[in-house]
Every structure is written in structure tokens, then in C-alpha cells.
């Protein structure tokens, strides 16, 4: 006698067979016990979880003469024809290989006919999303005035794609995937039937790998089956050696080096795993699957049932728990996810792992949101600093007293009055020492340990301070930053926001508007202000270089007006030397001639 595979041996032939699917075994035992069958369903759900023996099942309890409760008897002629797929009367059809509107126009030709043995003629189109347009619009006639006789089964695996004048005209049972515990159940029956030895952490490693899908784990288990036909017994190591997958101890020590951050062991982990025969994807997915077991444990706790499907025990995944926050958990998550994508389609999925692995070690120093805007609010607030600059104090002056008033007298003569006292004016605070990188310092909030503390804010002359050194880091970074800064120059700054004019051309003016000059020049700016960020503003300027270098610079004191000579009379600031020093300090004429 032929061999037969188990998901075909042991396919459920009544409703008490199904596992997982009880409620809609339930609707549709009464919907036949009750003669309140519809003329249309749709069955969706992932590959799998059994729809179209669902859909078989239907039909016997729809035909067999020896139905209880809607329930088919699975023994009699006609169940055994249906199971056989020998009924003239059960027809089912693949949809992806009959998709085109002549094979509906054959199916709506035919459903004209009578039964010929049975009481109902049922149609079970399998992948109906496989169908084209016009062919699902030649089947709305035929469901919305289909023969008393006929039942339609639809089965899709992407209900989505079904349109909504199908699915208005039909009852559609949503399929859910089995659970862990209801596929070991079933594998352990068939283990008895067949009287096989197998462990139970190797049965619940294949209800892992096949994720809700219950002929998955029935194929798994044929192939764990011949490899270990010379054995006395199956274990887990059989599984994973068969899978490519890691074994639960290897998954373990790789979250055990990721709270260290030891990016050697993690790996040596990697490549003991591949030598085993063993698959990169699978230990990313492994290792994934731990990860996410720990995100359950630190946001729902020991308690919470989504551990049930995890592989890791609580023991293991309790210290990761505790070391890693949140964010860096999702971060971690990401990384792996992303990778698991990538391995699919580069030619050395290793090496993708690893950089990734690298990654992994790390993610104990991410900092979360929350501890980032707990230092703002402490920079914000004031916080104490290492060092700092006291005002000068102000001297407190007496009133005046009051003076009666003169006595009329004839005018004076005009005396240049004498120069008011005036204070001196408090020393300015002398700038923060530069680090040990060039710049100024950062806030003790975000400075790395050892380094000191800047004190000053920004101004207007510390900027100006480090113009030409910014200025020659553009020209040294990319030509075309030098030349967007050859005619620049500062006009000045007002909170936080730094005003640079310029008389370069438009298309050169142009480019500094775009993030692939502003965001190094940004950066120049942060690095040599010690860590300060600075908003950037340009304006153009009708103006020559030797124009704009004659103009005062920004925050300098207006020199004053100009006074022009007598008519007649010779100016000292119309010699020639005096004009070149004119040109070379910027300033101007305060006097007239001799």
C-alpha cells in the first residue's frame, strides 16, 4: 500500500475533527440542522487552518443520508465519495488555474443541471481572489439567482481583494490559526496513532515554526519523521537540525551577551551556529521571537498568555527584562525585522546578521526620550553648573538735591561743556577655556564624563570669533562651500538665529538654501562653538566684496556723521593716504578741513 503524508492521513472528515475552529463548526451544523443553509460563503482565513475541509465537511453534512444534528456520518457512500473528491455532485475548482471569464461561463452553463446523486450540488472554488474582473462580474448573476440546489463555497486566502459585491451577497466565516497548545495536541495524537516517540519540546518546536498553520505542522512532522526513522526517539535537536533553526540554548546565550553588549560572543554564536548546518535567517528569527517574548514580559507581565507561544522559559527572558528599556527593545526589534527582510534577497545573509549583531550590543546605551527631555527640563530650570560669572555690582548714587532756580542774567559765553563722570565699566567675563577637541564645552547635562563645562552663551562675538575658522573649514570641506562663503559675511544674530549675507551669485545663493550646503555649514558652526546649535538664515545682497568688506561689522558702535568741509576750504580726508586708510579700517570722516 502506498505511503500517505500525515496532513492527508489525518485530515478532519466531520466537524468534531476540526481543532481551533469550534465556533464556525458550531454555526454551520445548526445552519444545516435547521435547512437555513445559505446559497453563498466565503471561507478566509491564512494557508493552512483548514477551509476547505471545512468546505468538504459542508458538503457531506449537506448530502449524507445519515446526518444527526447537521452533522455528517463520514462512514456512508456519499461521505466517503466526497472525501475521495469522486462525487459528481461536489465539484471543486482551482481559481488561480480557472480564472478567466470563459471557465465561469462553463461553471454558470452547468449549474443549471440537477444533482445527479445527491440532494445539493455544491461548487468549492479555492483561491477566489485568483479570479479576473470580468469574471467575478459574470458570477453575480449566478449568486444572486442561483438554483435552490446549488451551494457556492469560496475560499480565499486574501479577503481583501474579493470585491464588495461578492462579499454583500455571501456569509463570510473568518479562519483563525490554531494556538500552540491545540497543535501539539493534535501532532501528540497523531505521534499515539502512528507510535512514534517524540519529545514534547520537539512537538512544540514545530507548532512554532508553523505558526497557527495546522497541515504545516503536519508536514514538519513527516520530515522530522524520516530523518529520525532510525532512532528510538525524536528530539528537539532534530527539529532544529532539521529546521536550520537554534536551539533554545543558543538563543538564550545570544540575549545573555546582547545585556552584557559583548559583541564577541554574539558572534561566536552566530558562527558556531552556521558550522552546525544551521540558517542565519533562522537564528535572526529566533532570536527575534526572544526579544519580542521579553517585550512581553516587561510591558505585560509574568502573568500575561502571549508568553505561551515563546520558546525562551521567564527565567531566561526576566534578566533582559530588567536591563533593557523599552525603547531600546523596539529599536532591537526593528534592527531584526529589517534584517530578516534584507537576508531574502543579498547573496551572503550572514554578513547581514552580523553587522546587525554589532548593532544589538550597543542597544543597552540608547537613551530614552524620556531621560533626554529629563535633562532638558533640568538645563532649562537653571541647573547648578561647575563654574560661574557673578554680575558686577552696581553702585547705588545719591539723589540729587535740589537747586533753586538762577536768577535771569545776561547770556554766557558759549564754553564747551565739560565731559559728564563716568563709572567704570565691569571687565567683560573672559570666554570658557576651549576643549581638548577645539570649540567651547557643552552643558554638564550632555558632556561625556571628564570634560569640562562651558559657561558662556552664545553671542554675537564669539560667532564673529570663529568666522575665518569656519569659513576656511568650508573651503577645505567642498569647493562649492567655499565659493557659497568667498562673498559672505556675518549681519548678526537674535536668538539663536544666525543672519549670513552674501553677494554671490543667484544659482550659487541658491545652494546654500539647500541641505547639502546648510547641514555641513551647520555642522562647522556646532563644532566650533563646542556642541551649540545655531539656526541659519541667508539674505542676497546687491553688493561688491570690496563693498561689503568697507561696511562696519555687525554690533559695532555707528561711527559718526560726516561733516563736510567750507566751500573753498581743503579737507585732510581727501589725501590719498587718508582715503586708503579709510578703505582698510571702514571708517569714516569725523572733522572737517583746516
Known sequence: MAYEVFARKYRPRVFDDLIGQEAIAQTLRHAVASGR???????????????TSVARILAKALN????????????????????????????????ASNSKVEDVRLLRESVGYKPASCRFKVYILDEVQRLSGSAFDALLKTFEESP??????????????????????????????????????SLRRICEAEKLTVEDEALRAIGRRAR?????????LDQVVALAASKGGIAAADVAFLLGDATTDVVARCLAAIVRGSAAELLKELDQHVRAGGKPDALGADLMEALRGTLYLKTSGESSPLLEDVALPKEDLRPAAEALSEESLLYALQLLQEAQMNMREVRDPRLTLELVLVRLARVREL??????????????????????????????????SPTPAPAPAPAPAVVPPAAAPRSAAPPPPSPPAPSARGGYQVPPEFARPGT??????????????VWEQVREAGRQQSASLGRALERARIKGLAGGRLTIETSAPSFIFSQLETPALRDPLSALFRDALGGERLELAFERVSETPAEASS??????SPAPPVVSPSPGTRSVYDEPVVKLAQRVLGSQSTAGGW
Open 37 to 51: 443553509t445559505a446559497s453563498v460563503y466565503i471561507f478566509a482565513g491564512s494557508h493552512g487552518v483548514g477551509k
Open 64 to 95: 449524507c443520508p445519515n446526518a444527526k444534528d447537521g452533522a455528517p456520518c463520514g462512514t456512508c457512500e456519499v461521505c466517503e465519495s466526497i472525501a475521495r473528491n469522486e462525487c459528481l455532485d461536489v465539484v471543486e475548482i482551482d481559481a
Open 148 to 185: 435552490p440546489l446549488v451551494r457556492f463555497v469560496l475560499a480565499t486566502t486574501e479577503l481583501h481583494k474579493v470585491p464588495t459585491t461578492i462579499l454583500s451577497r455571501a456569509q463570510v466565516f473568518r479562519f483563525q490559526r490554531a494556538g500552540l497548545d491545540d497543535i501539539v495536541r
Open 212 to 220: 497557527g498553520s495546522m497541515r504545516d505542522s503536519q508536514k514538519l
Open 367 to 400: 537613551v530614552s526620550v524620556g531621560e533626554i527631555l529629563a535633562r532638558l527640563q533640568r538645563l532649562e530650570s537653571g541647573a547648578p553648573r561647575t563654574t560661574s560669572v557673578a554680575p558686577p555690582p552696581v553702585a547705588s548714587r545719591p539723589a540729587p
Open 452 to 465: 569640562a563645562v562651558a559657561t558662556a552663551p552664545i553671542t554675537l562675538e564669539r560667532v564673529l570669533a
Open 551 to 556: 561696511r562696519p561689522l555687525p554690533g559695532a
